[in-house]
């Protein structure tokens, strides 16, 4: 079995953030998709199967041609066998470490200057929170 490609949450967020083209595609059961997922990620229910060893359940993913795909699972360890499947298919495709597990503990941050002070939003990309920090600056 060739070796799986994986991702952290870091690269997955800029990628994202960024526009570059990528599909993530989540395999999770039904249930823990509808808890919640990855914005814009497209869904088949292929964790049982793959399981199993039923490869062929990725050919009912909708993933467009010569664009890097994401496998996500809950943990990271099935959407490597995924990922793994669909390399041997000639995409090119990534596992997302740890899965949403590690997706929920993604965050990012922007900063926004004004005069006599700084704004600092954290944004809990995984579950989408914010949070926000309000600077003064010292007066010279």
Known sequence: MPETSII?????SRWLESGKQVTVLDI?????????KI???IYVDAYQRL??????VLDEAPIPQNTPVVAVCAEGKTSQIAADELRK?????????????GWSLAWNKAI?????????QLRRTGKGCLS?????????
Request: glycine share 10%.
């Open 8 to 12: 952290d949450t870091n690269t997955l």
């Open 28 to 36: 999770r059961p039904k249930d823990q998709r509808e808890e919640w």
């Open 39 to 41: 914005p814009g990620s």
């Open 51 to 56: 399981k199993e060893g039923d490869a062929s």
């Open 89 to 101: 298919k000639g995409i090119e495709a990534y596992s997302l470490k740890n899965g949403m597990k």
């Open 112 to 120: 926004v200057n004004f005069e006599g002070y700084q704004i600092i």
């Open 132 to 140: 926000n920090v309000i600077l003064l600056k010292a007066k010279r």
